[in-house]
């Protein structure tokens, strides 16, 4: 079975400080891995994917498979980054399993 | 990416009734999925929709409690049935092509509260 473990539930930074959201996860085959942010009162949308090894508003994420890691990553941190972000890992059959999520507050 | 319309957005239900939630896709998709949300906490996926034949239940969810219909490859309902207030969440609706290059996408989701 897989498991994506989110260890911080909270993380607060101040702008232009840098943010990165821990990512684990456990899966016997070849993960396919993905984070996911929800903006207040916005739906659920995807944000990166690890096999574009993309840049989206910033952030990055690489996957290390010897740390069974998926960290996401931004150098400054900006206001209209708080949100809540989801990592979470598809299996062979697209079943999508969501880590708890991190509530990120940028101050000023 | 395809665009979802879920309806309704929230609704508040009586003990005992049932709702049924409504999921529609701008294009053909072939994967559909139904996830809840509860109070605090992250996204939990409570069954596969199978075109034209039974959804595929997670482990905890039950067909009577959660039935699902899927007639063609762009509408999907789920059901929760004889609710109680343990079933107030958000319900959402998620498609996939069939392939993960594209991501998921997912629905404004269901607020749901049971009282």
């Known amino acids: 079975a897989q498991r994506v473990t989110q260890p911080e539930k909270l993380l607060s930074v101040f702008k232009g400080a840098p943010v990165e959201l821990k990512c684990n996860y456990s899966?016997?085959?070849?993960?396919?891995l993905f984070w996911y942010v929800q903006y207040s009162r916005q739906r659920l949308q995807l944000l990166l994917r690890?096999?574009s090894r993309e840049s989206i508003k910033g952030f990055t994420a690489d996957l290390n498979k010897g740390e069974t890691s998926f960290h996401l990553k931004k150098p400054f941190a900006q206001e209209e980054d708080s949100a809540m972000y989801y990592c979470?890992?598809?299996?062979?059959?697209?079943?999508?399993?969501f880590g708890a999520g991190t509530t990120v507050t940028v101050r000023a | 990416s395809a665009v979802i319309s879920q309806k309704p957005s929230r609704d508040i239900c009586q003990r005992g009734t049932s709702l049924t939630i409504q999921c529609q896709v701008d294009?053909?998709?072939?994967?559909m999925f139904w996830y809840r949300q509860q109070p605090g906490q992250s996204l939990t996926l409570i069954a596969t929709?199978?075109?034209?034949?039974?959804?595929?239940?997670e482990s905890g969810f039950v067909i009577d409690k959660f039935p699902i219909s899927r007639p063609n490859l762009t509408f999907s309902t789920l059901t929760v049935s004889n609710m109680s207030p343990e079933d107030s969440s958000i319900y959402l609706c998620?498609?996939?092509?069939?392939?993960?290059?594209?991501?998921?996408?997912f629905g404004s989701g269901t607020r749901l509260t049971v009282v």
């Open positions: 998620s498609v996939n092509r069939g392939t993960t290059n594209y991501g998921y996408t």
């Open positions: 899966y016997s085959g070849s993960p396919e």
């Open positions: 690890h096999i």
């Open positions: 979470a890992l598809s299996s062979n059959d697209y079943k999508l399993s």
């Open positions: 294009s053909q998709v072939t994967m």
């Open positions: 929709a199978n075109q034209g034949s039974e959804a595929t239940y």
